[in-house]
């Protein structure tokens, strides 16, 4: 399974738990699946495989209340060549310094077990889902 791992100097050194599948937030009336397509092409600087056959897994709702809804293709994206957007962030705090950071600063694949481990907790349920899928 492709996680991605947030950019950032609060994520930097934190690894379990916090691995995510690439999303994004999409506004009210806007197509999930379209969104999804979209920021998994930002966050990894690549389009996502195969457009047509996407197996959804569903949704889940995550602690700070964000709303993730996910979908899964096969594909052999390496992840050494992934580049994504970027961010602006005041640091270090309140020195007046605004800093650029990548929104996901690697990838990487792992086998479900290991995802399982590393991914947010509220997104765990997308890996069991996957599993069924195999």
């Given at each position: 399974m492709l996680l991605v791992h947030p950019g950032g100097p609060f994520w930097?050194?934190?690894?379990l738990g916090v691995w995510s599948i690439p999303k994004g937030e999409y506004e009210e009336g806007e197509d999930a699946r379209a969104c999804a397509l979209r920021e998994f092409e930002e966050e990894l600087g690549a389009p996502p495989p195969d457009r047509d056959d996407l197996a959804p897994l569903g949704t889940t709702r995550q602690a700070g209340g964000k709303l993730?809804?996910?979908?899964?293709?096969?594909?052999?994206?390496?992840p050494t060549g992934v580049h994504s957007n970027t961010f602006g962030l005041e640091w270090p705090p309140r020195s007046g310094v605004m800093r650029e950071f990548p929104e996901i600063d690697r990838a990487q694949w792992f086998p479900l077990g290991e995802a399982r481990r590393r991914i947010n907790p509220a997104q765990a349920v997308f890996v069991n889902r996957l599993g069924n899928e195999l």
């Amino acid at each position: 399974m492709l996680l991605v791992h947030p950019g950032g100097p609060f994520w930097a050194k934190k690894d379990l738990g916090v691995w995510s599948i690439p999303k994004g937030e999409y506004e009210e009336g806007e197509d999930a699946r379209a969104c999804a397509l979209r920021e998994f092409e930002e966050e990894l600087g690549a389009p996502p495989p195969d457009r047509d056959d996407l197996a959804p897994l569903g949704t889940t709702r995550q602690a700070g209340g964000k709303l993730v809804t996910a979908w899964a293709a096969e594909g052999d994206i390496d992840p050494t060549g992934v580049h994504s957007n970027t961010f602006g962030l005041e640091w270090p705090p309140r020195s007046g310094v605004m800093r650029e950071f990548p929104e996901i600063d690697r990838a990487q694949w792992f086998p479900l077990g290991e995802a399982r481990r590393r991914i947010n907790p509220a997104q765990a349920v997308f890996v069991n889902r996957l599993g069924n899928e195999l």
